[in-house]
């Protein structure tokens, strides 16, 4: 690993973004992401729907982040891909060709955790971002997924609190569906948000235990409560998109903040670092800063590009794995619930 060239490629496809990546010795040389529009008129992922998405995108995606990196693929080291949590029939489209391409090019294949590297993402090297040191608490929200994570090393983690119900990432999505807005929701919440007034209404934060989530019951309280106040007046939705949403933010950042105290009580662990969709909430982030001010702790918050799903993230898993030569045999399957 310590050669001069060693280029990982990075793919991508456990939701509806197919996207591939080319890293050497953590620098990303490409970073290629084809998004699916035609789940805006669904008002949601169609797993179908993706997966026939991807096997359109996938050959042109490898090839351009390729030629972005400006290498041939004669030229690479392994192929990383996801190999889950994910819808099913996406992460097959992935696997299977990662699988065809390690095969005929005979080089290694390296299966990749997708929560665990939205997490590693922070070891992509940046002129922005500093990683972390170990031990830290990582904090994942996106549409799918909201855990705390004790960070010990590269790959040993341990979920100490998540979700019971829903992730963060529908929350937002589905209240903003609540609203009228299209999808996805969750940064138009954001956007209206931070015109609005923050305390105009209030919104229940749900009650489980210290380190676990629930968004279930605050996607039904907004539901009813915007229902309550239409049938006052037909108009209030538009006359105060920007303060409900402002509310609702606010609702949800506070929420998660409240967990990430008690996990930084619970542990002693004071670095902090935060990934998937959700972090690139403008509140979060926000609230993030003024809490490393107010309580001394080290905030790690990711480039916008390496938020989202992205395969720069599983490029560089990918290249952790290959320091150690930890590779997948060529009979590995996809796992739509795979655990850390």
């Not at 192929?79 to 090019?105: C, H, N, Q, Y």
């Not at 609203?179 to 929701?185: A, D, Q, W």
């Not at 004071?270 to 800063?289: D, F, Q, Y």
Request: aromatic share 8%; with cysteine.
């Amino acid at each position: 690993m310590t050669q001069k060239n060693c280029y990982i490629l990075g793919i991508e496809s456990s939701c509806d973004d197919t996207a591939a990546a080319v890293i050497n010795n953590g620098e990303i040389l490409s970073n290629v992401v084809a998004t699916q529009a035609i789940h805006e008129q669904y008002g949601g992922v169609v797993p179908e729907l993706a997966s026939r998405a991807h096997q359109q995108n996938i050959v042109p995606v490898v090839h351009q982040a390729l030629r972005k990196a400006n290498i041939d693929k004669n030229q690479l080291s392994a192929i990383a891909f996801t190999r889950g949590p994910g819808l099913m029939g996406s992460l097959l489209v992935g696997t299977s060709f990662s699988k065809s391409l390690a095969m005929g090019l005979g080089i290694p294949l390296i299966d990749v955790n997708h929560m665990q590297a939205h997490i590693l993402a922070h070891f992509i090297k940046t002129e922005e971002q500093t990683a972390p040191n170990f031990p830290f608490l990582a904090m994942t929200i996106s549409g799918g997924h909201t855990q705390i994570v004790k960070v010990k090393d590269y790959f040993e983690m341990e979920v100490i609190g998540q979700t019971i119900d829903d992730a963060v990432g529908e929350a937002f999505d589905k209240s903003a569906k609540i609203l009228g807005l299209p999808y996805p929701g969750g940064p138009l919440v954001d956007k209206y948000a931070q015109k609005g007034n923050a305390k105009a209404f209030k919104f229940p934060k749900p009650k489980v235990s210290p380190l676990d989530f629930s968004f279930s019951g605050l996607k039904t309280s907004v539901l009813y409560f915007v229902e309550k106040e239409v049938n006052k007046n037909p108009d209030f939705i538009s006359e105060n998109i920007e303060d409900i949403c402002a509310s609702l933010q606010f609702t949800i950042v506070d929420y998660l903040m409240d967990k990430l105290k008690n996990a930084v009580k619970k542990t002693g662990i004071k670095e902090i670092a935060i990934g998937g969709g959700v972090s690139a909430n403008s509140g979060i982030r926000t609230a993030l800063k003024e809490a490393e001010a107010k309580y001394g702790w080290k905030t790690h918050i990711p480039k916008f590009e390496f938020c989202t799903d992205n395969a720069a993230m599983i490029a560089i898993v990918g290249e952790l794995k290959y320091k150690t030569q930890n590779f997948a045999e060529n009979n590995v399957v996809a796992s739509a619930r795979m655990k850390f």
